[in-house]
């Protein structure tokens, strides 16, 4: 079988691949533009929550961190919270 997939995969690495997504409906600008317009709207639900002390300002963070995360971004060496 390994002489199968190596042939297999030397012809394949000459041809070219196309991805499509027949389901998708918005372009690539539009994804982002909702996603981010998205993300933003929970950023600003999180620091206009005025419920919370200054000690608790920490959780604000936390949740801006994961709402970046969930939009696929990330807070780089600065969310190393444990």
Do not use: W
């Amino acid at each position: 079988m390994e002489l199968y997939q190596e042939i297999l995969l030397k012809v394949l690495e000459r041809e070219t691949v196309q991805v499509t997504f027949p389901g998708l409906r918005l372009n690539a600008d539009e994804i982002i533009r909702q996603e981010s317009y998205r993300a933003l709207c929970n950023i600003k639900r999180i620091l206009e929550d005025d419920s919370l002390e200054d000690s608790e300002c920490f959780i604000k963070i936390e949740e801006i961190v994961r709402t970046l995360e969930e939009v696929g971004s990330n807070a780089g060496n600065r969310h190393d919270f444990g």
